[in-house]
């Protein structure tokens, strides 16, 4: 149960870190590798990431 809670948070913070292209250094770091994958689409990756993160979550939360 404590995993879901995790996963739910965790997804959120990478989708309002990629809508909002945050400053914070662990997202600078984290978008820069992806960035090289990615290119410029590096902050969609985060949002599409962090929500599909968030959703799995949520599926554990409620044991599917």
Known sequence: MPWGIAMIVIGGLMALGGATQSDFV??????????????ERGH????VAGMLVAVAGVLMLVAV
């Open 44 to 47: 969609a990756f985060f949002i």
């Open 26 to 39: 662990v997202y600078r770091l984290l978008a820069a590798r992806s960035r090289l994958l990615w290119g």
